[in-house]
């Protein structure tokens, strides 16, 4: 391997915490190891060109873990005499949108503090941005698109409306993004299957989209792909559709079956599949949804896109029609080019306009320079607190609630009318120990999915072109989607011109493993968590040069001379909880954990996507509109 790359964000936190005297968290408690926190001059403090390990990075994680593991939390705090109207622990989607939808009903005089235990805003929507020969290059570090604005609610449709991202704006985003961009919905472009063979990896080209589906010639493909030719047949007669695999059973037989068999047993008991080819069929839902076909139902699967609808008879058909009615509601896609990340900053330019004065909005969002240095100044009516690490929250007399949280080392204090906690779920109880048993078994129940997004900046796009795809799936490999990062222009923002520009590959990868695990979903999930936690970046880099070059050398690329900088943006709480068929029972309305863990808790609500139990943006918006309606009713 390669030196390692001499990575910015070394250089920067030097630069940005020079003279600067620290206390970090083990000062405070004692224990665990010190954490490199970094802040300082406006003119030097830019998270979004931040290389290295993002996301879950160091500084942001370790005075909640030692709350959370140990109780371990500060004896004393200073006050800072502050008092607001509303403080919002968490400055995600939800979080952005809970300040938004306050200051929009209590008016632009409302006192609102965010308090967020990051560098940077926006949750796992993270803004990854490089500067090379001139040119910027973004990609996204986290939340990708803006799904169906027809299946919004009201308030969140509102919300999107009044950030200027209207029904013109979103045909706008999709007449300016390439027909050949797979990652952003467009599946008539070529994307494809990447398998190791003997003299490295193959590529086989296609829209694997469709082929995995019946459409198109899936047999040419299946055939180029490095794998025996007793599976390549088996994959062929599974993509036919032609033969029924639930054949002898009756219908009900087979309802009950696709709703209580694991989608992996189905293709190696049913389809006759090796459990060394069922990754191919598996990649799609590891990075759709951070969980393997060992933890989904046939049914499941299928309703989430995985190929074999077509292979189940009738009953096949009509999981197949249910399917494609989710996908024209839900996979009718836009995108930025650096993700969501450019929402969360419509929503922090709405609430504090100081950050981009003079930022347009939406037409001009992917290119405007934020100053991160206007985020939290005195006598501003919103305020929005990074590096702060919320550790208490609780109702005190005169009708207030007090927020303990730790910034930079230092144990500090504010108050309010009122708090919605737009955090994780599982945080909560450690917050609010005061409130019901059963709420917090509750807020307690979900695990959100993990997943790493790394972003390779790549001197020039040569060797990529050659692949012939802008995506590619890569089922035996750390990360199993590589794709260009986001073409279009939009957001005022110029891709790559050509293959000569700098271009950046966006790699995804899911830590739960493919084989069989033991456990339920959550526990493979909280498996998948302590995998990221305990990777250091230095593995990671390994696994993308490694990766890279197995897909690229044969077309020319070297990756101790082609690659200029790596982000690794590890997101170890990320899309929340989904239930599963095979763990979770079907609860009551009213009685899920969800439900029962989002119950307001006097000045104190909670707004995120895990109390809504549904991992899109749209639903963290009405979480946070649900939470501002309960403090101001």
């Not at 080019?337 to 001009?364: T, Y």
């Not at 919103?382 to 930079?408: A, C, F, H, I, M």
């Amino acid at each position: 391997m390669a030196k390692q790359i001499t990575r910015r964000d070394f250089l920067n936190g030097v630069a940005i915490g020079a003279g600067t005297s620290l206390l970090t968290p083990a000062d405070l408690f004692g224990q665990g190891e010190p954490a490199i926190v970094t802040t300082g001059a406006p003119s030097l403090y830019y998270p979004p060109t931040l290389t290295g390990m993002r996301g879950s990075h160091d500084g942001s994680f370790e005075v909640a873990h030692a709350l959370a593991w140990r109780g371990g939390k500060p004896e004393q705090y200073q006050s800072l005499n502050e008092h607001y109207d509303l403080v919002v622990v968490g400055a995600g989607m939800s979080g952005l949108a809970a300040a938004w939808y306050y200051q929009k009903k209590m008016g632009s005089d409302a006192l609102i503090l965010l308090l967020d235990n990051h560098d940077d805003f926006g949750g796992h929507a993270k803004r990854n941005e490089f500067n090379q020969e001139g040119r910027m290059v973004l990609s996204l570090g986290g939340a990708q698109n803006i799904e169906n604005a027809s299946t919004y609610s009201e308030a969140a449709a509102g919300l999107l409306a009044d950030m200027g991202i209207d029904q013109d704006y979103l045909d706008a985003m999709d007449t300016n993004t390439p027909e050949n961009f797979a990652l952003a919905g467009k599946f008539n472009a070529d994307n494809g299957m990447t398998v190791p063979g003997r003299d490295g990896h193959v590529t086989a080209g296609g829209s694997w989209m469709k082929l995995m589906y019946g459409a198109g010639d899936y047999e040419t493909a299946v055939r180029a792909l490095p794998l025996p030719q007793v599976e390549q047949d088996k994959l062929i007669i599974f993509f036919s559709g032609d033969h029924d695999f639930l054949d002898g059973l009756s219908v009900f037989e087979k309802y009950d079956y696709i709703k209580s068999v694991s989608y992996n047993q189905f293709l190696i008991e049913r389809v006759g599949l090796a459990e060394e080819t069922v990754p191919i069929l598996n990649s799609f839902l590891l990075i759709l949804l951070g969980l393997s076909g060992w933890n989904l139902t046939v049914l499941e699967a299928l309703l989430n896109g995985a190929p074999g609808a077509r292979s189940l008879g009738w009953l096949g058909d009509l999981a197949s029609s249910l399917a494609g009615s989710m996908a024209d509601n839900y996979m009718e896609v836009r995108m930025f080019p650096d993700g969501n990340a450019s929402i969360a900053r419509l929503l922090v330019q709405h609430l504090i306009p100081d950050v981009a004065p003079v930022m347009k909005g939406a037409e001009d969002i992917a290119t405007a320079r934020f100053n991160y240095g206007a985020l939290d100044r005195e006598m501003q009516r919103t305020r929005l607190r990074l590096n702060s690490t919320v550790v208490g929250v609780r109702e005190v007399e005169n009708k207030r609630v007090q927020v303990d949280y730790v910034q930079q080392g230092e144990a500090l204090r504010v108050s309010a009318d009122h708090c919605v906690l737009a955090c994780y779920n599982g945080l909560i109880p450690h917050l609010c120990p005061e409130m019901p048993e059963k709420q917090k078994e509750g807020l307690r129940y979900g695990v959100k999915v993990p997943f790493v997004y790394a972003n390779v900046l790549l001197k020039n796009g040569q060797a990529f072109s050659k692949l012939g795809v802008t995506m590619t799936q890569c089922p035996y490999d750390p990360f199993q989607w590589v794709s260009a990062a986001p073409t279009m222009a939009t957001g005022g923002y110029q891709p790559p011109r050509g293959p000569d520009d700098p271009m950046v590959a966006f790699m995804m990868s899911s830590p739960l493993p493919v084989k069989k695990g033991e456990g339920t979903g959550r526990d493979q999930l909280r498996l998948g968590r302590h995998k990221i936690y305990s990777t250091p970046f230095a593995t990671y880099e390994q696994e993308v040069r490694e990766q890279l070059q197995a897909m690229l050398g044969k077309h020319g690329f070297n990756h101790e001379n082609d690659i200029s900088a790596i982000t690794v943006n590890r997101i170890s709480h990320g899309y929340a909880y989904d239930y599963l068929a095979l763990d979770d029972p079907e609860w009551e309305e009213g009685q899920a954990p969800h439900e029962i863990g989002r119950a307001q808790f006097g000045r104190i609500s909670i707004a995120n996507s895990d109390s809504e139990a549904m991992a899109y943006m749209q639903a963290a918006w009405d979480a946070a509109w649900r939470a501002v309606e309960e403090q101001t009713a």
